[in-house]
T-cell receptor, first 116, second 109 residues
């Protein structure tokens, strides 16, 4: 089975701290994504990556950065956490939706971050 | 920019049908549909590609109007297990998948 593993299910951080959220997938997927999920706002794309060392801004990149040094790992970084970044963060991965692939996104279980 | 989903919420009795709509202001390469149950990760239902190709679960049906940049998910003869929040995700190219705000579906006995 495809597995997308997020390093922490629950985190509590203080305002101003640097926060790292790690995501690892085991299916050799080219694409990886970071979303945040808030009630009433759905899933909002923060950043995505279509290859190692490549990254593209999503719809709400402000206050976040990402790193993809290896194909299987995609990290989300909050340089200076703020209370409005309290949220559920979901990582996902996929093959490109071309050729014989569906482009289906496989999601991790999520990381619930609370910033005090 | 997020696609717009409607309705925001719907309650069905077992056996009833429902349609969930998804609309985008941008030209689309593909539309994805996912279902998320409370406390769980979203799960893939279907992808509809430009040109008419569909890939996904056989029991789920959907349509994709490329010109209108709209998609609809059809849930027929609903079961209790259909309950959850449904998300459409739109891909305008370059593998970027943007999701809507979701439609909460509750099926009651």
């Amino acid at each position: 089975d495809v597995k997308v593993t997020q390093s922490s299910r629950y985190l509590v951080k203080r305002t101003g701290e640097k926060v790292f959220l790690e995501c690892v997938q085991d299916m050799d997927h080219e694409n990886m994504f970071w979303y945040r999920q808030d009630p009433g706002l759905g899933l909002r794309l923060i950043y995505f990556s279509y290859d190692v060392k490549m990254k593209e801004k999503g719809d709400i990149p402000e206050g976040y950065s990402v790193s993809r040094e290896k194909k299987e790992r995609f990290s989300l970084i909050l340089e200076s956490a703020s209370t409005n970044q309290t949220s559920m963060y979901l990582c996902a991965s996929s093959f490109p939706s071309s050729g014989g692939n569906t482009g289906e996104l496989f999601f991790g279980e999520g990381s619930r971050l609370t910033v005090l | 920019q997020q696609p717009v989903q409607s309705p925001q919420a719907v309650i069905l009795r077992e056996g009833e049908d429902a349609v969930i709509n998804c609309s985008s202001s941008k030209a689309l390469y593909s539309v994805h549909w996912y279902r998320q149950k409370h406390g769980e990760a979203p799960v893939f239902l279907m992808i509809l590609l430009k040109g008419g190709e569909q890939k996904g679960h056989e029991k789920i049906s959907a349509s994709f109007n490329e010109k209108k940049q709209q998609s609809s998910l059809y849930l027929t003869a609903s079961q209790l297990s259909y309950s959850g929040t449904y998300f459409c995700g739109t891909e305008g190219g370059y593998q970027k998948v943007t999701f809507g705000t979701g439609t909460k579906l509750q099926v009651i006995p």
